[in-house]
């Protein structure tokens, strides 16, 4: 099955490229574990119980979602989206295609300044408030549940600074979270904003927070930045029919992808790092970890999801990796860079001390760097393995964040966990609430 990037899994195994990796039949009991999971995700697919996998053929809402991105950025100087974890990462993962957050290249976006407040830190969101023009700023306020408490208080502190700037909060707000059901305990965000005529999309039921990026939660973000949503879905499509096409484990990437972390992590190798060489991957990564951690890390299960950036890491972590324990698995993502970017004159590079710089670009500089750093974790007893995306756009990108989560659920499946809800996150939850209130007294 053709996908949009390769992954390549050569360096995982013992003996290669001069590795002590994982052994063949740490690989082999993995793989079996992860054919009986591939085949009731496969089942799970056919009876229609996990809606994810319907998402990418989904296209009946990409209108709406469009026209709710035009409505955020209509005469808009800022558009803020209020949300934590996985009503935001994703998001965030795919703005970076736009520009967002990435050095040097958020000043040629187009159209309003698009802020994410997925951290609440009462400086950093006091000092925001002070300084946007709130009367041609926009806020979407999204949370599935509707009661998760950073994004409530994010929106009541809105709500006042509109009202005491004399500005309509209901031409301000977007809300994005479930439908009221009948009987159910209340929404808390559309009991807060729709009393203000707020407008609300709704948070599709059947798919939750950190596996939400191909819904509208991560899609309108992407519209507002003039992304192609359409393309990414259609490329989460590609990771699906992989899925569907009914191949091994070893011909399905994401069941390969998980079958080499169910045996890493059987081999003693307790952490899990992805590296990704550009700048436009750094989000991915945190929304990998959460992804990783939140689904896998139950019932003394999981392994501890580490996000690195190359080239820049390999000058702060690198070392660890090479001369410290081998008790890692290494996913290195690297992209078709190759040629891009300033080329080096050769008498600088002379001056430099480096003549084989002449002539080079700094994405060849970067494509090397990438490669040689999966080659060199290889060959100092690293399990690597090596994931190329040849273009990194939309299409390409919705690829990648659905191969990431089948890998995820397949992963969970294998090992016997539920990865689809998160309990010791939801106590934590509660238990913050109990202290606010106590505080109180």
């Known amino acids: 099955m053709e996908m949009s990037f390769t992954q390549d899994i050569e360096r995982v195994h013992a003996g290669r490229i001069g590795a002590t990796g994982l052994a063949s039949g740490a690989i082999g009991g993995a793989v079996a574990l992860t054919e009986k999971a591939l085949a009731r995700l496969r089942e799970d697919d056919a009876t229609g119980r996990l809606p994810l996998l319907a998402m990418p053929a989904e296209t009946g809402d990409l209108d709406a979602i469009r026209a709710a991105a035009r409505r955020l950025t209509d005469g808009a100087t800022d558009v803020v989206f209020l949300g934590t974890g996985g009503s935001s990462l994703g998001a965030q993962t795919l703005a970076q295609l736009a520009g967002h957050a990435v050095p040097g290249l958020s000043r040629f976006m187009k159209g309003p300044r698009v802020h994410f407040l997925d951290n609440l830190d009462p400086l950093t969101f006091a000092a925001l408030l002070e300084t946007l023009p709130l009367g041609t700023t926009r806020f979407a306020a999204i949370s599935k549940s509707g009661g998760t408490g950073e994004t409530l208080m994010q929106a009541m502190a809105v709500i006042a600074a509109l009202e005491a700037a004399g500005h309509d909060v209901g031409a301000a707000f977007l809300g994005l979270s479930e439908p009221q059901k009948e009987g159910a305990k209340r929404n808390a965000l559309r009991g807060l904003l729709e009393p203000y005529g707020v407008p609300f999309l709704e948070h599709h039921t059947g798919i939750g927070g950190r596996f939400s990026v191909l819904t509208n939660v991560g899609l309108l973000p992407a519209a507002v930045l003039g992304l192609d949503i359409a393309a990414i879905r259609a490329g989460a499509a590609e990771a699906v029919a992989s899925l569907r096409a009914g191949l091994s484990v070893a011909e399905t990437p994401a069941a390969l992808g998980a079958a080499v972390n169910v045996a890493a992590a059987q081999s003693g190798k307790p952490v899990a790092v992805m590296m990704g060489y550009a700048d436009k991957l750094e989000r991915l990564a945190k929304w990998w970890v959460q992804l990783w951690a939140e689904s896998l890390g139950k019932n003394g299960n999981g392994t501890q999801p580490v996000g690195a950036l190359g080239p820049v890491d390999q000058h702060s972590q690198v070392q660890l ?77 919705g690829s990648l964040l659905m191969h990431f989560m089948l890998e995820t659920i397949l992963a969970g499946y294998a090992i016997g966990i539920d990865p689809y809800d998160q309990p010791a996150v939801e106590e934590g939850k509660i238990l913050a609430k109990k202290y606010l209130a106590e505080s109180q007294g």
Not at 349 to 355: D, I, V
Not at 367 to 380: H, K, Y
């Open 321 to 397: 990796y090479l001369g410290g324990p081998k008790d890692k698995l290494f996913t290195v993502i690297t992209t078709g860079i190759a040629g891009k970017g300033p080329r080096i004159e050769p008498r600088l590079a002379e001056a430099g001390g480096e003549p084989d710089f002449g002539n080079r670009t700094i994405g060849d500089l970067v494509a090397a760097q990438g490669r040689a750093t999966a080659d060199t974790l290889a060959r100092n007893g690293c399990a690597t393995r090596l994931i190329h995306v040849p273009e990194l756009n939309e299409r390409t990108l």
